[in-house]
């Protein structure tokens, strides 16, 4: 096959470099920021090519290699990008996919496209941010290469070499340019995190992650036949399911793909994700309200058809149906449209009643077909209705108890003078001694403290009516003016950062994490608009002919003596706990927003379901997969204080 190509640039030729110039200006409006979380995405830009080809049924497996110069190779089987004359441009077709904006996407039109779509902005975004980009394409016999820098072609298509008749697929290698991108090393666990997902979306697909980088070497394959199943049976593998079978219902209506999987643990907690086309939906939309429309109703009618809700008593809510189920909703639509702030949230209201009746159908039959099961879920929700109606009366209470006695802070809060959030912080402080010399060093004008009597209520095992009755909770809530779960509003914050302020051992390590798992169960806005801080205190002081260090890590201490001298001269103390600082060191180390380290609490909604597992792994009842979680993760730990 020849191709021809014209010699001079003509019109067409120009408005395709315009275009990527374009996308080289300004990246950050075609793959949202420049930061670490752009570079993965162009990643899945390409990827999501792959599992267009999937979805359609010709490709079965993808494989994503890490290389050692962190360039990004991806490979699948497909049928491969096309080599043809695309004949409107004038040029190949797959020249045409990667240097001409929003070109990607199907070939053959139709189709559930996960790529390109509105969150997608195509493979020739990729090809414009990377220094370089390679895609070799096996066809009819023959491997077919074309290489482009910055988007500007290098050379035409051409025929790089034979190769078997068997041999399908595209290859593409890109290296991300580091002059457009702050951050160019991949984090494999950011990759694992997101074709795990991919692959429990794509029943059938495998998909290989590889990292060639040299001491990172590792591999790991994704494959589940079974599809958002198991991706049911991930979210509940450290929980207890209440019952031994996922529940998975799938149809066609309106033109909308419907699948849903389903299954109770003994947690207290929702863990249910959405999805349009693989891609995430942190906002929820219609899909998830036919989702929730259709459990409700049909649990209701269940409850009171099976005798297990009495006619006196009031229907069960979403909510009391829903605690401690875990599901993955995904549909696919050809034109989905997305809305809310972050354009996360589906709106396509042919969906809301597609997955309303293929669930309500499919669950009916199922709720007949399994009393026991049936009757198991009708009694936890009863339970949990009963309290709720107990959290509610407990909520009322501390709500008539502000509303008397107007809004009484807690008795343990020193609360700053100034007033206006944007100027305040509070710290959460372990244990009164701590909490004492806290108040004594604050800057009391803007900066508020709050003690805590040692460890608080883990509210990974409790439900509401004990959350509200436990007074540390009540005190935190209270304190930082919010209210939660339904009763959030972020308006109502009293404080700008919330900071978690323990001691540097393994039990103040486990009150800080008991009150994350608090705010990130109840508010977790808070976390999310970055308001929630861990106080750094320092872990060593060094004192040498009256002068004094503070060292925050092992190798800051170093550093110190290296420059001072190992000698006997040196007196090195191990901070064992905040209360060994008096008021002053306090400020001085850790208070002083002039001097201290604040680690922000950062989190964002590509891995939502990472978290929750991660948090219900460390905090939820079974031991095994916590053990195996430490296990894998120690590696990460530095200055774990074994005392
Ligand atoms: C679409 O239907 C006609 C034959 O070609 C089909 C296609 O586009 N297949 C395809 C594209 N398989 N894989 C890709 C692809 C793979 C990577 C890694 C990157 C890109 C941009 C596309």
Redesign the pocket.
């Known amino acids: 096959m020849v191709f021809t190509m014209s010699a001079e640039y003509g019109a067409d030729q120009i408005q395709i470099l315009e275009g990527l110039e374009a996308v080289r200006k300004r990246p950050g409006m075609y793959i949202g920021s420049t930061s670490s979380r752009g570079l993965h995405h162009l990643v899945y830009e ?1 990827v999501d ?2 599992v267009d ?1 999937a979805l ?1 049924g010709f ?1 079965t497996q993808i494989q994503v290699f890490i290389n050692a110069d962190n360039s990004i190779t ?1 490979i ?1 089987n ?5 080599v043809g004359i695309n004949h409107k441009a004038g040029l190949p077709a797959v020249e045409v ?1 990667f240097t001409v904006l929003h070109a ?1 996407g ?3 039109g139709g189709g559930y496209k996960v790529s390109g779509g509105l969150h997608g902005v195509g ?1 020739s975004v990729v090809n414009a941010l990377s220094d370089w980009l390679e895609v070799e394409i096996a066809h009819e016999g023959k491997i077919y290469k074309q290489r482009y820098e910055r988007g500007k072609v290098c050379y035409a298509l051409r025929e790089e070499r034979e190769c078997g008749d068997d041999k399908i697929g ?3 290698t890109f290296k991300p340019d580091a002059t457009i991108f702050e951050e160019t090393i991949f984090e494999y666990d950011i990759l694992k995190t997101r074709l795990r997902e991919t692959a429990f979306l794509t029943k059938g697909l495998k998909i290989i992650l590889s990292d060639l980088r040299p001491g990172l070497e590792q591999e790991k394959t994704f494959h589940y036949e079974g599809g958002i199943k198991e991706f049911v049976q991930y979210l509940n593998k450290s929980k207890e399911a209440l019952y031994p079978d996922v529940m998975y219902f799938e149809g066609k209506k309106n033109n909308v793909l419907v699948e849903v999987a389903m299954q109770h643990n003994d947690s207290y907690n929702e863990s249910v994700y959405s999805f349009v086309n693989n891609i995430n939906t942190p906002e929820g939309g219609t899909h998830l309200v036919g989702f929730r429309n259709a459990i409700t109703k049909t649990f209701n009618d269940y409850a009171r058809g099976a005798k297990l809700l009495k006619d006196s008593e009031p229907n069960l809510t979403g909510d009391d149906i829903r605690e401690g189920l875990a599901a993955i909703i995904s549909v696919k639509i050809e034109d989905p449209q997305f809305e809310g702030q972050t354009k996360q949230k589906l709106g396509n209201s042919e969906a809301r009643g597609a997955v309303d009746n293929v669930v309500s159908e499919q669950l009916t039959y199922f709720l007949e077909q399994n009393p026991s099961v049936a009757k198991i879920i009708c009694e936890k929700s009863i339970l949990a209705q009963r309290a709720r109606e107990a959290a509610r009366k407990a909520r009322d209470l501390t709500r008539r108890k502000t509303a008397l006695e107007g809004s009484t802070l807690p008795g343990k809060l020193a609360d700053c003078s100034d007033k206006d959030p944007k100027n305040c912080e509070i710290y959460i402080v372990e244990g009164d001694s701590a909490g004492g010399s806290a108040k004594t060093a604050r800057s009391r004008a803007t900066q508020a403290i709050l003690p805590l009597r040692g460890k608080i209520l883990n509210v990974e095992k409790a439900r509401l009516d004990k959350i509200y009755a436990n007074a540390e909770i009540r005190a935190m809530i209270t304190a930082f003016g919010t209210g939660i779960h339904e009763d959030f509003d972020i308006s109502k914050l009293r404080y700008d950062k919330i900071i978690i302020m323990t001691d540097a051992d393994v039990d103040g390590a486990h009150i800080a994490t008991l009150m994350l798992t608090f705010i990130y169960r109840f508010m977790p806005e808070l976390i999310k608009q970055g308001h929630v801080y861990l106080a750094k205190p320092p872990l060593y002081k060094l004192e040498r002919n009256k002068q004094v260090w503070y060292a925050y890590s092992d190798d800051e201490l170093d550093k110190i003596l290296a420059e001072v001298g190992r000698d006997q001269n040196n007196k090195i103390q191990r901070y064992k706990g905040l209360g060994e600082m008096d008021a002053e060191q306090l400020w001085d180390t850790t208070m002083d927003p002039e001097k201290r380290i604040l680690l922000r609490v950062n989190m964002n909604d590509d891995d939502e379901s990472e978290i929750d597992i991660t948090f219900n792994t460390l905090m939820g009842d079974k031991v095994e997969p916590r053990r195996i979680f430490i296990e894998e993760n120690a590696k990460f730990v530095k200055n774990l204080d074994i005392s």
Request: hydrophobic fraction near 35%; aromatic fraction near 4%.
């Open positions: 390409i090519n792959s080809e359609a490709c991806v699948d497909g049928r491969g990008i096309p996919v990607g199907k070939f053959g493979a595209t290859k593409v």
